[in-house]
């Protein structure tokens, strides 16, 4: 991510259109699923031109497509380097016009392009900076953070930089643990703040509400 340290929005100004959004995936695509639930209940606007996934065996590729979006698979062992992947899904994303890219459970590191700085969104489950970096995600956090005995759990959105869980951070929800979970109960209670979270940042940036500086995000009112 650049150094410099002067203020700087994201976009210059609130859309008046949907905001076109560029959607990452690996797994199952809960998160996308999530997006199109807001979008049909009204309260998220946004077009999905194009789903990149990482892996061509993931569950939300047959999903994403029978829900009627485009979906490319761009598999990143395929590419002699992270840059040149890198390349590869935002040569994409710039030609289907997005906007936004959002990382939902997309699991290889990505090189982000100066063009793209602030413009990439990720979401982890838990309060950065604990139990984040590389070889946390999925249940492994949830499994980290009973195992350390932490009172409270939920999870961060933050505009993603070249480093695992890294970026300005957006906003975060919490969410009690209990002294009986097991990482699946945890995870379940973490994904409903992500269903709430998630969308929410997506509002404030197509609102141009996020100014970044340095390593902070500020919510304009």
């Known amino acids: 991510m650049s150094s410099d340290s002067s203020p700087h929005r994201p976009l210059p100004a609130p859309l008046d259109r ?20 807001q979008r049909e209940a009204g309260r998220l606007d ?20 029978a829900a009627g979006l485009s979906v490319e698979v761009i598999r990143p062992k395929e590419y002699e380097s992270t840059r040149a992947f890198s390349e590869a899904v935002f040569n ?80 975060q929800r919490c969410v009690p643990v209990l002294d009986d979970d097991s990482p699946e109960s945890l995870a379940a209670r973490v994904f409903v703040a992500e269903c709430e979270a998630y969308p929410e940042a997506i509002r404030l940036f197509a609102a141009g509400r996020l100014e970044v500086e340095g390593r902070r995000t500020r919510i304009l009112p």
């Open 46 to 65: 946004v077009e999905i031109p194009i789903v990149i996934a990482s892996r061509s065996g993931c569950g939300g590729v047959p999903r994403a497509r």
């Open 92 to 171: 994409r994303m710039d030609a289907a016009r997005v906007d936004l890219v959002t990382t939902a459970g997309f699991l290889s590191l990505l090189e982000i392009p100066d063009a793209w700085r602030h413009r990439v969104m990720n979401i982890h489950p838990a309060l950065i900076p604990s139990f984040c970096g590389k070889g946390f995600y999925g249940h492994h956090v949830h499994e980290a953070v009973i195992a350390r005995g932490a009172k409270v759990s939920g999870c961060t959105v933050h505009f993603a930089d070249n480093e695992y869980d890294a970026g300005p951070i957006i906003l």
């Open 18 to 37: 949907p905001l076109r959004l560029g959607v990452l995936i690996s797994g199952g695509g809960t998160t996308l699923f999530n997006f199109l639930a």
